[in-house]
């Protein structure tokens, strides 16, 4: 049984989730969001989404972190200040010496959905019917458990690549 921990990062709202894999039996710990909203300056901001992060980590004691890989849109400014949240939630992990993953969205849309064009609703529809129990309170969260579950499945072809030669 391994311990995942699935990261969907904003500069306002970071969304988390935790849960167990063992084989292809999925359990649901813990899911939120990371709020910044209320902080107007950047580099506070990123200290915030920083420390929850450290408490995260503190608390649950994942194994491994999966985090969404960022997307391009036409805002470059908004394009660079989710660059900024995508970098904390990749050190965080990677400062405790967790190994961090990184997917695409339409990578964990297609794992999680089947389709890689789903939309945040089929996304939350499933997550929560490969983990009951898990009542995500935004849809933030349930995209972070969708980005574990993705990991989950994919962790094997990553033990592949490792194998010597």
């Known amino acids: 049984m391994i ?19 063992e084989g292809n039996h999925l359990r649901h710990i813990a899911d939120g969001v990371i709020s910044t909203a209320g902080i107007e300056d950047v580099p506070l901001r990123l200290k ?8 995260i980590l503190e608390t649950y004691r994942p194994a491994e972190a999966a985090v969404e890989e960022t997307y ?3 805002n470059a400014t908004a394009t660079l200040k989710l660059g900024y ?19 695409g969205a339409k990578t964990v849309k297609l794992s999680v959905v089947g389709t890689g064009n ?7 529809l499933m997550v929560r019917r490969l983990l ?13 458990l969708a980005v574990a579950i993705c990991h989950a499945h994919h962790r094997a072809s990553h033990a592949l690549w490792k194998l010597p030669a």
Do not use: C, H, M
């Open 3 to 21: 311990r995942l921990l699935g990261i969907d990062p904003g500069l306002r709202f970071t969304g988390w989730g935790i849960l167990e894999s």
């Open 72 to 74: 391009v849109n036409r």
């Open 48 to 55: 915030a989404l920083d420390d929850a992060l450290a408490e």
């Open 118 to 124: 789903a939309d945040k609703t089929q996304v939350g």
């Open 132 to 144: 009951p129990g898990s009542v995500q309170k935004r849809a933030d969260a349930a995209d972070a």
């Open 85 to 103: 949240a995508r970098g904390v939630a990749l050190l965080a992990p990677a400062r405790r010496g967790i190994p961090v993953f990184e997917y």
